[in-house]
């Protein structure tokens, strides 16, 4: 209630800073509890050339390649990136103590991503991985040379059979797609636009730390092999498997919702947005 009341409040805040015939819109929030970094790629949180920022724990993905700051009006919620599929890619340096570089015994990995167009190769739109020995992973991605795209996770004891699990068939292109992958340990779940499209169990356990990176856009050690032609937005990631019932509402989500416990500037205000149709 008092998060709906401060909702509230910020919003009679900004219509008596921008007129009261100002039309604003109070988006759903996306799910918060076990969120871990979220790159919103809105404007103030990027130097193109250098990184963009996390804003819940100010991680930085270093920027590599030449990938484009996208206008709002090209993108899903406010600014986004548009990566060439040639160079474009995005390398997380983590913390001390590390956020990415750690045990996962549960994972989400979350993005909107808008695929221009296909290459004959394996793409990765986000992906944890220990490249070059490529043991532990847990990736979105799409491959058009073998037609088919997942959520695929390779831990300790066992790994995703791309042969049996995977959709058969491209990922579509040209229009905004709400791609999330939850694994709880023994589940994997694959979900389009909110609704789950893959669900299988490989009972792999744990992603154990040692070498953990995290790339947008390429794999994690760069070899511009797996790199996307596509803009991607809204990049978040969970320390637990998320429901389906909240993967729906993040589905529907702007942005998160305000928090006041919250001392991130970005983040508070980022979540008063107009409604965007895509």
Known sequence: ?????????????????????????????AVEDGLVAYWSFDKGTVDIKKQATDVL????????????????????????????????????????????DRDWDEITLECWVFVNALDDSWNRII?????????????????????????????????????????????????????????????????????????YSIKAGSLTKGGLLLGIGDRTDGCDCDTVQAYIDEVRIYERALSAAEVDNNFRSEGLAVSPSSNKLSVTWGTIKTTRSR
């Open 57 to 100: 724990n100010e991680l930085e993905a270093v920027v590599n390649g030449n990938p484009e700051l996208a206008p709002a009006a090209d993108c899903k919620v406010g600014e986004c990136l548009l990566f060439d599929g040639s160079v474009d890619y995005l390398l997380v340096e983590d913390t001390n103590p590390p956020i990415i």
């Open 127 to 199: 992906s944890l991985d220990n490249m070059p020995t490529n043991s532990m992973v847990a990736t979105l991605y799409y491959d058009d040379d073998d037609n088919r795209h997942n959520f695929w996770v390779k831990a300790g004891k066992g790994n995703t059979d791309a042969a049996s699990h995977d959709i058969k068939g491209d990922i579509p292109t040209e229009e905004w797609l709400h791609l999330v992958g939850t694994y709880d340990g023994d589940m994997v779940r694959y979900y389009i636009n909110g609704k789950l499209e893959n669900k």
């Open 1 to 29: 209630m008092l998060k709906k009341i401060l909702a509230v409040l910020c919003i009679f805040a900004l219509q008596g800073i921008f007129g009261w015939g100002t039309q604003l819109a109070y988006s759903v929030g």
